[in-house]
Nanobody, 126 residues
Framework: EVHLVESGGALVQQGGSLTLSCAAS????????MSWVRQAPGKDFEWVTGIYGDGRAYYADSVQGRFKISKNNAEKTLYLQMNNLEPEDTAAYYC????????????????????WGQGTQVTVSS
C-alpha cells in the first residue's frame, strides 16, 4: 500500500525559507516519478515541481529559481526546499506519485488520488 506523509509546513514571513519533507513507503521510491502539488484557498490544485528517478527535475514558472526538489532514496524521502517565499505561496502542499512532464507547462487537470499524501500547510505572511 502506498503511503506518503508530508511534514514541515509552518507559518513563515515573506522572504523566508522552509523545507518540506515527504516520507514514502509501499512502492519503489528510487525509480518513481514524484511531484509536489499545492492548493491555495479557494483555488484548484497547482503542480509545483517534480523529479524523476534519474534526477531530472522540472519546476512551474511561478517557483522556478526559488524552490528546489530533491530526494533521498536511502531514506525514501522527498524534499521541497522553498526560498524567498511569497504570500502567493500560501497553500496546502502535497507530495504525490505523479509524472512531472504531464503537468510541466501544461493545462492537464489535477485530481487527488490514493497516490497523494494528506498535505501540509504553508502560510506566508506579508
Amino acid at each position: 500500500e502506498v503511503h506518503l506523509v508530508e511534514s514541515g509546513g509552518a507559518l513563515v514571513q515573506q522572504g523566508g525559507s522552509l523545507t518540506l519533507s515527504c516520507a514514502a513507503s509501499g512502492f519503489t521510491f528510487s525509480s518513481a516519478a514524484m511531484s509536489w502539488v499545492r492548493q491555495a484557498p479557494g483555488k484548484d490544485f497547482e503542480w509545483v515541481t517534480g523529479i524523476y528517478g534519474d534526477g531530472r527535475a522540472y519546476y512551474a514558472d511561478s517557483v522556478q529559481g526559488r524552490f528546489k526538489i530533491s530526494k533521498n532514496n536511502a531514506e525514501k524521502t522527498l524534499y521541497l526546499q522553498m526560498n524567498n517565499l511569497e504570500p502567493e505561496d500560501t497553500a496546502a502542499y502535497y507530495c504525490a506519485i505523479l509524472d512531472p512532464l504531464t503537468y510541466y507547462r501544461s493545462d492537464s487537470h489535477l485530481a487527488r488520488s490514493e497516490y497523494w499524501g494528506q498535505g501540509t500547510q504553508v502560510t506566508v505572511s506579508s
